[in-house]
């Protein structure tokens, strides 16, 4: 709490003198309030108890009390203690240590308090000034008990004899007043009154003393205030009479004055006083001193005794005194003295640094504060006077912020640009005070601010799009992909979530291909894709982080479904029928080389898993032919001998290049003959051999059923296949050797490698007898079929009309 002396402080108070002080401390509780210049005025006296009213503050400056706990209402001052409290439930100031005006102020009036109170959300601030009344609780006292002169029986009346000064801590009326002295023949008492209104005594002869009569006289001197009651104080006088010596010294000038600075050295030289005395001898011999009413002051200063050389022997403070009053003695051997004074004026020095004080500090600042937001009130303060009391606050010009002056010492520490918490979440913030001293004094106070994050930046994919891989037939719930989005704010704000932004895959919600994990942004697969019916699609990411409002951005994921080998290869050509019988007809005097047929298969997987292999797995004659690994193509390695087999069966087998790699079989008849009847006889014994191993195969299994009846069921099965046989040879016989129906095929069909093409035409001459079992087919010329179809169920035959319309028309060429 800062104790401010020397203001002028209007107060009506009165201080009734008929009561006893302890009285008018109850009754001077009442206080009067003035408001001026956004200041708060009290008086209230000194020495009340604790927790006494000092004033209404809520109505004084116009608040209430919600106000007052909503803005945190708290009192600052300078000092290190408080005298005054502030009461926030009831809006009052309090007393709330014990206050000793003479304590604070010393002998300086009027004595005040001076401290602000601070109100936050909006900011506020309000100077209160308290001043202390003084109440007469000192009396004057002396710093000795007695004081002792020796005083020449020659003094000539006129003589003056300076006495100790009496000290009260009161001020006023209730200050040192007046000095009496004890009734006597030969001394009267003169008070004198400084130029600051104190007072001392001198002890004057007014008539001449006589050793003889009288060695030794004995005085009481009383020292008075003005107070109600009044106090008072004494003094014992010893006074001894020396004979002889009449010349008492005199000092070369009756005031001294001298100035010099604080902080002056301790033993310096200040000033040298003279006085000399006309008696010769001892009684000529002047001794220097210090009176004794400069007892207060004799640590800070000394005199030598014999040069009279007023040395500083402390620690002189401007700050404490600006001015200092000696009184001088010079006293011969005989007793004889004179008295001069010395004024001492102080210069001030910048020995002090500012001090900084930070009243209010507001502690993070949001990032989105707008410039000129008040962060800090500081109070800057230096005890020195003039320019050297005079301060300047700065702080770096390269930061967002600046410092204002807003009042008397009080300066406001504002932002003075854009905050951007991505950029710097902290700053070190050093105010500068600079008093304008020579050498000038500085003081730094470093303040951390801390910038409290807002949502100004929304969640940011490294990429706009991404590609993302995933292997067909996958199961649901895998991993394929993970995205991640990067917010610069911190908290709440950076944190982001992960959606699927609404869209579809083919009329087809993207929500039913995939999902998306809300806080890992891990892409799952909500089914199993196939390559072969999806091969890419696209869907969008939605991040959003969990700001207020939220901020978000997307980023297009491509997602490319990755092929298996899960599908066999497909045979296009030659058709696999399960009723009937396909061949291929090879002249027999074909070269090596020769086309028999092209082997077509397709696999609908991609890539390395489509690419096909051809090879003959199975062959009645190796040797006879090849297949190309490439195309699919069939040819004769060599030219066909008569040791050669009619017919030749081959199975290709196609695989594709996976891994592992799916394969497919196609078995294909060949028919090594130049006339059709040779190649008809050959694969009509096949299709009964066929049939009967069928019926054969299907027997057996039912035998193998039912084991009970195996003997049975074996004889059974064996006169059925029997019987069977024998009716269809009958039937073939009765039919006059009706041939099978030779189905016709495209004439040309197109490679699908380009490399060869099956474009032979042939022409057939046929002779039929009518009892003969076998009909005579003669190769001619090539036709447009190249391979001949036998119906296993002999069902698709020429009727005799047909047979022999046939053979009419061949004789009618001449071709029979």
Request: with cysteine.
């Amino acid at each position: 709490m800062a104790a401010l002396c020397g203001e002028d402080t209007k107060r009506a108070t009165s201080i009734p003198k008929s009561r006893p002080w302890q009285t008018h401390i109850l009754v001077l509780v009442f206080f009067v309030v003035e408001v001026a210049r956004g200041q708060v005025r009290y008086s209230i006296p000194e020495e009340m108890t604790k927790g006494s009213v000092v004033g209404n503050i809520v109505q004084d400056l116009g608040l209430d009390i919600k106000r007052l706990k909503s803005g945190r209402a708290r009192i600052f001052t300078d000092d290190s203690r408080e005298y005054i409290g502030l009461n926030a439930d009831k809006g009052t100031l309090v007393v709330k240590e014990r206050i000793d005006r003479e304590e604070l102020c010393a002998k300086v009036t009027p004595c005040s308090l001076h401290f602000q109170i601070i109100l936050d959300n909006p900011m506020e601030f309000h100077r209160i000034d308290v001043e202390i009344l003084d109440i007469n609780d000192n009396a004057p006292a002396f710093n000795k008990k007695e004081m002792n002169f020796q005083i020449s029986e020659l003094a000539v009346p006129g003589a003056r004899y300076s006495l100790d000064s009496a000290k009260d801590a009161d001020v006023a009326s209730n200050a040192l007043q007046s000095y009496t002295l004890q009734q006597n023949n030969h001394f009267t008492l003169k008070t004198i009154t400084r130029p600051d209104n104190t007072k001392y005594a001198e002890m004057v002869l007014k008539s001449p003393l006589d050793r003889e009569t009288n060695e030794e006289h004995r005085l009481l001197l009383t020292a008075y205030d003005g107070g109600d009651p009044q106090k008072s104080g004494t003094i014992r006088i010893n006074i001894v009479v020396l004979d002889a010596n009449d010349n008492a010294p005199a000092f070369t000038q009756s005031l001294y004055r001298v100035s010099v600075p604080e902080n002056t050295l301790k033993g310096t030289v200040m000033l040298t006083v003279s006085a000399t005395d006309a008696d010769q001898g001892t009684n000529g011999e002047v001794v220097y001193s210090l009176s004794q009413s400069s007892d207060s002051i004799s640590d800070l200063f000394d005199i030598n005794a014999d040069t009279g050389d007023i040395i500083v022997n402390g620690l002189i403070d401007f700050e404490k005194s600006k001015t200092y009053e000696l009184n001088v003695e010079a006293t011969d051997k005989g007793g004889l003295t004179d008295t001069s004074k010395v004024l001492i004026d102080v210069l001030d020095v910048n020995d002090n640094a500012p001090v900084i004080s930070v009243i209010s500090f507001s502690n993070p600042v949001p990032e989105d504060a707008v410039p000129e937001t008040v962060i800090a009130i500081l109070n800057v303060k230096d005890v020195d006077s003039d320019k050297n009391g005079r301060v300047k606050c700065s702080i770096d010009s390269n930061s967002p912020f600046q410092i204002k002056p807003s009042s008397s010492n009080l300066y406001s520490l504002v932002t003075d640009g854009i905050l951007d918490r991505e950029r710097e979440s902290e700053y070190n913030i050093t105010v500068t005070a600079t008093d304008e001293g020579s050498p000038s004094l500085s003081t730094n106070k470093t303040m951390t601010l801390k910038i409290s994050d807002v949502n100004d930046n929304p969640p940011l994919f490294p990429q706009k799009s991404y590609t993302a891989y995933i292997t067909e037939n996958n199961s649901a719930g895998v991993s394929i992909f993970a995205v991640e989005a990067l917010d610069k704010d911190a908290g709440n704000n950076a944190r982001v979530s992960y959606f699927l932004d609404e869209s579809s895959v083919n009329g087809v919600p993207a929500s039913e291909y995939v999902t998306v994990n809300a806080e890992s942004g891990v892409i799952v697969a909500a089914r199993s894709f196939d390559y072969e019916q999806i091969k890419e699609f696209h869907i969008r990411v939605k991040s959003q982080d969990g700001g207020s409002p939220p901020l978000s951005s997307n980023a297009s994921v491509k997602i490319i479904i990755q092929d298996l080998n899960d599908n066999s290869p497909q045979i296009l050509y030659p058709v696999q029928t399960s009723g009937s019988v396909l061949a291929e007809i090879v002249p027999r005097s074909v070269d090596a080389g020769y086309l028999v047929t092209k082997v077509v298969a397709v696999d609908v997987d991609s890539g390395q898993n489509a690419w096909l292999s051809y090879n003959l797995q199975k062959t009645t004659d190796r040797a006879l032919f090849e297949v190309g690994a490439q195309n699919g193509e069939i040819r004769t390695i060599r030219q066909v001998t008569d040791k050669d087999a009619i017919k030749q069966k081959l199975t290709v087998i196609v695989e594709d290049n996976g891994q592992p790699s799916r394969s497919a079989t196609v078995t294909l008849n060949v028919a090594l003959a130049d006339s059709f009847p040779e190649v008809l006889s050959e694969f009509t014994d096949f299709t009964h051999d066929k049939e009967y191993n069928e019926n054969l195969t299907f027997y057996l299994v039912l035998a193998l059923a039912v084991v009970s009846f195996l003997f049975i069921v074996s004889i059974i099965a064996i006169l059925s296949v029997k019987c069977f046989r024998w009716r269809r040879e009958r039937m073939f016989y009765k039919s006059n050797g009706n041939l099978p129906v030779i189905p016709y095929y495209p004439p040309l069909y197109a490679d699908v490698g380009g490399t060869g093409t099956l474009q032979h035409v042939y022409n057939y001459e046929v002779c039929r007898t009518t009892d003969s079992r076998k009909s005579d087919l003669k190769y001619n010329q090539p036709c447009s079929q190249s391979m001949i179809s036998l119906d296993s169920t002999g069902t698709q035959t020429l009727t005799h009309r047909q047979m022999d319309k046939l053979i009419l028309d061949d004789t009618e060429k001449g071709r029979c």
